[in-house]
């Protein structure tokens, strides 16, 4: 069974920096497609960034957030620079991979990130 942590999550003010990581077990690491995704109050579940061959980002965050991976740690990372308020949300770390002889999709518990003006 694929399991997925998120820490990270906190109260910075608006223009700090926060690191988010998700660590992943149960499954092989390096083939797994990664991805953040956040979850503000009243809206829907949007995708943030991720990460596989190579890195997306949703225009929101382009040029703030960095996703990176450590395949030796099995945990990915999602820097979060000149934080706005409009960033506040629960954030979820998801994995995926999907072959012939399997499929998965994982979701974390989420870490929720507060960002005060």
């Known amino acids: 069974q694929v399991q997925v942590r998120e820490s990270g999550g906190g109260l910075p003010q608006s223009g700090e920096s926060l690191r988010l990581s998700c660590s992943v077990s149960?499954?092989?690491?390096?083939?797994?497609?990664l991805s953040w995704h956040r979850q503000a109050p009243g809206k829907e579940r949007e995708f943030v960034a991720g990460?596989?061959?190579?890195?997306k980002y949703a225009d929101s965050v382009k040029g703030r957030f960095t996703i990176s991976r450590d395949n030796a740690k099995n945990t990915i990372y999602l820097q979060m620079n000149n934080l706005k308020p409009e960033d506040t949300a629960v954030y979820y770390c998801n994995a995926q991979l999907r072959t012939s002889f399997v499929s998965i999709n994982s979701w974390g518990r989420g870490t929720q990130v507060t960002v005060s003006s």
């Open positions: 149960g499954a092989s690491f390096s083939a797994l497609a």
């Open positions: 990460v596989d061959r190579n890195t």
